[in-house]
């Protein structure tokens, strides 16, 4: 019997994760879910939107929530000055907490992923200009789309 596939996503009020969503998603940002093409996992922009993959998983909601790390750590105001890495740890701090909170285990996959995030920051310069190696870990092959000028 062909079953009726319009709609792949459950009604939201059965999903466990909107209930997060709705708490992290920083005042006055929009969520954008759509399928990202490459490694790149999420984004927050200038114009107030998080945009990942459609957030169906625990690995999909720690990306949402890291994305929420950087706006509610103001690291998109224009004159911060903190290295990348550091940028990238406090937003995966700001996931990793929000995670235990709501009482999500935090997948291996994630945990390794941050182990190298600080195996990288302690091998860089302390001035912090090696930044290409933290912005690969970030972002993955479009790590040049996010470089700062
Ligand atoms: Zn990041």
Redesign the pocket.
């Known amino acids: 019997m062909r079953k009726d596939r319009k709609s792949p996503r459950k009604p939201s009020g059965s999903d466990p994760y909107r209930k997060i969503i709705k708490t992290h998603l920083p005042k006055g940002y929009r969520l954008k879910e759509i399928t990202l093409r490459g490694n790149t996992a999420g984004y927050a922009t200038s114009n107030r939107e998080i945009i990942c993959e459609p957030i169906t998983d625990r690995e999909r909601l720690f990306v949402f929530l ?1 994305e929420c790390g ?1 706006v509610h750590n103001r690291h998109l105001r224009k004159n911060i000055d903190i290295p990348a890495w550091q ?2 740890y406090e ?1 995966d701090q700001y996931a990793m907490i929000a995670m235990r909170a709501e009482g999500v285990q935090i997948p291996m996959v994630i945990l390794d992923h941050h182990k190298n995030l600080v195996r990288l920051a302690l091998n860089i310069d302390q001035d912090g200009t090696d930044n290409v190696k933290v912005l690969r870990y ?1 972002y993955g092959k479009d790590w040049r789309l996010h470089r700062i000028t």
Do not use: P
């Open positions: 890291h950087h940028e990238e937003a970030a």
